[in-house]
């Protein structure tokens, strides 16, 4: 490939000096602009038919061909220089000729290069490959520049053309080694070429586009910097061999400088930089010069201006635009790309030259107004480099999701609208319940028909779950609710009530009816509904004289109350609770205990209802009874950030049992605050592996819905540091329990080896769920989405959707950070490699240590996988584990050697 690309380059090296000097000396360079419009034209027409044998023919073939084609004409054109038949429209031709070979050529280059290279081999080779080309330029260049004195420029350009023939024979050869003889019908896929016209796939795909006007506003600033130099090198150097020669000179020293950078920076450049901080290297070099140009309007300014265009254009920048074609699908990209390369270039070619035509001829302006169209020009090319850099983004995220069968999971409002509406219809009680969740989010009164059906559903679950959504879809009254209110089931009851009591505008003293009501089972639960709405609402409270009621209540409540006034007298703490009486504390926290469930159950949410410091211990000793756990745990998210410090204090103490350490990721993440998230990060690492996936994945949900604030950069970079070494030391674990099982040891026998298996697995899934971590903290400080999309590619089965994730994260995350993941997901994956010799690359443990290590994970199950590898070893070999553990002072490995239950005597034997 790199040679294919040095001769290419170099037959152009070769003939452009003689031909660009032939134009200017015989068409003049007034003319310039004249041969960049017609140069334009041209280009659509040679697209346009080459665009029809794409249909027609196979890649390979045209792009045989047109080399065939190419070289040909080359010597055609050599000698009609050597036997003098030049004139003005030859000189056209030659002129137009040139640029046509010098876009389209290259162009079926690059596609071949695409199709040859992955993203990732791409990064690594593009340098290099594309040194080949420059290397061309250099030799092409000093070659006419130290012949052109001594041998007529016919012979050269005949030269040139047995170059471009030889490469029919590498381009076959190419073809056989990376395609053909591989036998990879993923490769031979890639030449497949889309029916539909180019123009047509570029307007359709945002990326495509904003690529095309990358790769235009390029030309169009490259022509104009091109006409400048020309335009002042040939005022100030009039005779055509001299100009050739200076041409020649300064074309192939551009050419050193782009091989040096190309040799020395681009692969240190594209693996460092994101793709935007690559492509604007050169435009901002282009607006330095020009304005530079505005204060010494010299030939010297012009030149280096030119030099920063000819030695990054071919070297930084061209290696960087020909990364952004690589995420565009094979039979896509290879319709479009020649299109864009010729048509496009060769259209902002004729732009430029119009530019010129009217500022200099039609305007007569000074030559120096070109300078300002420079610096306009180059800042939209800016501006488009930032956009494509978007896009670049979003293709290799539609490609990874498509090769991995994933999707974004956001949708659009009306979609969810949709999905809510054929849920409601078809699908069971529990499914219905949880997509009346969303109805919040997508309100939109064409769900009104489908909750008033929900309400003459069969299940009172539903039905609450219907009315507690009405407000926010209707804004009228809906007066079925109120028949709800003689539902024998109290959580019916109590929400149509929580709904009656928000439209209390209907009427003076609208809810006093329920309050009132003969039904005690009524009036208690519109008594309920009342203190819930008065502790966001403090006026409607004192309209119903809410503590005046709550008083009467308790005087008419006997202390002998029966078994079926209970729950009269349930909602009746609940209430207190909301109305925040410390007068009537002491009745809540009495009956903390009460032995009665219904009761002790209704003390437990009036105590949380009151966010009072007073019940916070009792509450928070009820989670360690599972059966009062799941209200016991509502109750204390109702305190908010209040109760954070009380949680910090207890954890700094260490007072907390293991139940309550699993308890904390679920409150703190109920509690929805920004403190509280910061909390729980802090404490997030202090947990077992499964235990801190689960703080993690709580906030990765937490963060998808948006309810969590995005981390610093450094806040990420130091949780990633953390869990790494984490995840590094379970991937060391892993490989030496491999080395066990292996072992050659005679005391290793098939039970020991069994259930060091099964320990084997065990620490893979714990890897499995570090991993998980690692890739939910990215998640915290960029899109859920994307990382989500990333990870899945990553640990695909298909390579290149593996290349893809990489090449994405690449350019998402911060260097530090995207380097770290992708070594982690590297590990990961050499997991399942059956060849890869962990013995020489990975610090083993002893096995020793290995227990050790494994007991202090504090992982139950592995605990009791261990126990059974110990009691199946042999008595020696368990010895000398068990005597070394007792040397610790782990208070986990003390624990660990008493479940052991070995015998005294086994350890003295």
């Avoid at 068409?27 to 140069?39: C, E, H, K, P, Q």
């Avoid at 990879?184 to 030449?191: F, T």
């Avoid at 949410?605 to 016991?632: C, I, M, N």
Wanted: charged share 20%; hydrophobic share 45%.
């Amino acid at each position: 490939m790199q040679l294919y690309l040095f001769l290419l380059i170099c037959a152009l090296l070769v003939v452009k000096p003689t031909v660009n000097a032939l134009f200017l000396s015989v068409a003049g360079r007034d003319n310039l602009s004249i041969a960049f419009v017609i140069t334009a034209l041209v280009a659509v027409i040679v697209s346009y038919t080459y665009n029809r044998l794409l249909v027609t023919l196979p890649l390979h073939e045209i792009t045989k061909n047109s080399l065939w084609f190419f070289g040909a004409v080359f010597v055609l054109i050599g000698g009609v220089v050597v036997f003098d038949f030049e004139n003005i429209f030859l000189s056209y031709v030659f002129y137009i000729f040139i640029g046509i070979y010098a876009i389209l050529a290259t162009s079926q280059f690059w596609v071949t290069a695409n199709i040859v290279f992955n993203v990732s081999q791409a990064k690594r080779l593009f340098g290099f490959v594309g040194a080949g080309g420059i290397a061309g330029g250099i030799a092409g260049g000093y070659l006419t520049s130290i012949t052109a004195p001594y041998i007529n420029n016919g012979f050269l350009i005949a030269t040139a053309g047995l170059m471009i023939l030889a490469c029919v024979f590498i381009y076959k050869k190419v073809r056989s080694l990376r395609i053909v003889n591989l036998k990879n019908i993923k490769l031979q896929k890639q030449e497949r070429v889309s029916k539909k016209k180019s123009l047509s796939l570029i307007i359709k795909n945002s990326h495509l586009s904003y690529l095309a006007g990358v790769i235009g506003l390029g030309v169009v600033v490259a022509k104009l910097v091109d006409y400048q130099f020309s335009y002042l090198s040939s005022v100030s150097i009039p005779e055509p061999d001299d100009l050739a020669s200076f041409f020649g000179f300064w074309f192939s020293t551009f050419n050193i400088i782009s091989l040096l950078i190309q040799l020395f920076l681009t692969k240190k450049f594209l693996e460092n930089l994101n793709i935007s901080s690559n492509l604007l290297v050169l435009p901002t070099m282009i607006v330095i010069c020009t304005s530079l140009l505005f204060i010494f309007p010299e030939l010297w300014v012009v030149v280096l201006l030119k030099g920063f265009d000819g030695s990054l254009k071919q070297s930084l920048y061209k290696s960087s635009v020909e990364l952004l074609a690589l995420p565009v699908p094979s039979e896509i990209k290879n319709k479009t790309k020649t299109f864009i390369d010729v048509v496009v270039d060769s259209t902002a070619t004729g732009i430029a030259g119009l530019l010129i035509i009217l500022i200099i001829k039609g305007l007569e302006l000074p030559t120096y107004t070109i300078n300002f169209i420079i610096l306009i020009a180059t800042l939209f090319w800016m501006y488009m480099i930032l956009k494509v850099r978007s896009t670049y983004l979003s293709t290799f995220k539609s490609s990874i999701s498509n090769k991995t069968g994933l999707f974004d999971k956001r949708s659009n409002l009306k979609v969810i609208r949709e999905n809510i509406k054929v849920i409601i219809d078809n699908g069971n009680k529990l499914d219905i319940i949880e997509i009346l969740k969303k109805v919040p989010q997508v309100a939109h009164h064409s769900l009104k028909d489908p909750l008033l059906k929900l309400l003459d559903h069969e299940n009172d679950q539903v039905k609450i779950a219907a009315i507690s959504q009405l407000n926010h879809v209707f804004k009228e009254p809906v007066y079925r609710v109120h028949n709800f209110i003689y539902s024998k089931n109290g959580e019916l009851v109590f929400a149509a009530l929580q709904y009656l009591i928000t439209q209390d505008h209907i009427a003076p003293q609208f809810f006093e009816n329920y309050l009132d009501d003969d039904d005690d089972h009524i009036a208690s639960t519109a008594l309920l509904a009342l203190a819930q709405y008065a502790s966001r609402d403090s006026h409607l409270g004192e309209k119903y004289n809410l503590h005046l009621r709550i008083k009467l209540f308790l005087d008419e409540i006997d202390e002998n109350i029966k078994e079926v006034d209970l729950k009269e007298k349930s909602r009746l703490i609940e209430a207190i609770g909301y109305a925040k009486y410390t007068n009537y504390q002491t009745i809540i926290k009495t009956n903390l205990n009460n032995r009665n469930e219904v009761i002790k159950t209704s003390c437990i949410k009036s105590a949380g209802h009151t966010k009072d410091r007073y019940f916070l211990q009792d509450l928070f000793s009820l989670l360690e009874q599972p059966r009062y756990r799941k209200v016991a745990s509502e109750a204390l998210v109702e305190y908010g950030n209040s109760l954070l410090h009380f949680l910090k204090v207890k954890h700094s103490r260490g007072t907390l049992t293991k139940s309550l350490l699993l308890e904390l990721p679920m409150l703190l993440g109920a509690i929805n605050t920004k403190k509280s998230y910061k909390f729980l990060i802090q404490i997030a690492s202090d947990y077992t592996i499964s235990s801190n996936y689960k703080c993690y994945d709580k906030l990765f949900n937490l963060r998808q819905n948006k309810k969590f604030p995005r981390l610093t950069g450094r806040t990420a970079q130091n949780l990633i540091k953390k869990e790494s070494k984490r995840y590094y030391k379970l991937i060391r674990m892993f490989y030496s329990l491999k080395v066990m099982s292996n072992s050659d040891d005679d005391i290793t026998y098939l039970p020991v080896v069994n259930q060091i298996k099964e320990l084997t697995i065990e620490i893979e899934q714990l890897i499995d769920l570090q991993l998980k971590v690692l890739f939910n903290i990215l998640a915290l400080r960029y899109s859920p989405d994307n990382i989500w999309i990333a990870y899945n590619g990553l640990l695909s089965k298909q390579t290149n959707s593996q290349i893809e994730a990489k090449e994405y994260l690449n350019e998402v995350l911060h260097r530090k950070l995207s380097t770290q993941v992708i070594n982690a997901t590297n590990a990961y994956l050499k997991l399942q490699e059956k060849h890869f010799d962990y013995t020489n690359e990975i610090q083993l443990y002893p096995e020793k240590t290995l227990i050790k290590k494994s007991i202090l994970l504090d992982e139950e199950l592995l605990e009791n996988k261990l126990v059974k590898l110990l009691h199946v070893m042999p008595l020696s070999q368990r010895k000398r584990i068990v005597l070394y553990l007792e040397n610790s002072e782990k208070e986990g490995v003390i624990t660990f050697l008493k479940r052991l239950n070995i015998n005294p005597k086994e350890k003295t034997a």
